[in-house]
Nanobody, 123 residues
Framework: QVQLVESGGGLVQAGGSLRLSCAAS????????MGWFRQVPGKEREFVAA????????LYADSVKGRFSISRDNAKNTVNLQMNALKPEDTAVYYC????????????????WGQGTQVTVSS
């Protein structure tokens, strides 16, 4: 049974940083494209970032490009999202997902999903 568990969310002031982590069980992070999404109540889930089979292949939403960085730690079987220069509009529940390809993740298609972690950015 595959489980994805996000952690690292919290409250931070605008301009600050947070590092989200997604720990996987029943699935090998290094063998699967992984992605991060976010959702605000009343709005559709939004793609944030994805990483392919290669460390060098990453995709980002325009709204986070240059501020967020996705990476994986194969030894810990985790995928991480480093978020810098946070803005109030980054406030959302952040989810990680495993998928069949980074482009499909960017299209919102994930195979497994975590339960989410809340990120709140105060102004």
């Amino acid at each position: 049974q595959v489980q994805l568990v996000e952690s690292g969310g919290g409250l931070v002031q605008a301009g600050g940083s947070l590092r989200l982590s997604c720990a996987a069980s029943g699935l090998t992070i290094s063998s699967n494209p992984m992605g991060w999404f976010r959702q605000v109540p009343g709005k559709e889930r939004e793609f944030v970032a994805a990483i392919g089979w290669s460390f060098d292949y990453t995709l980002y939403a325009d709204s986070v490009k240059g501020r967020f960085s996705i990476s994986r730690d194969n030894a810990k079987n985790t995928v991480n999202l480093q978020m810098n220069a946070l803005k109030p509009e980054d406030t959302a529940v952040y989810y990680c997902a495993a998928g069949s390809g980074p482009e499909r993740l960017r299209a919102g298609v994930g195979t497994y999903w975590g339960q989410g972690t809340q990120v709140t950015v105060s102004s």
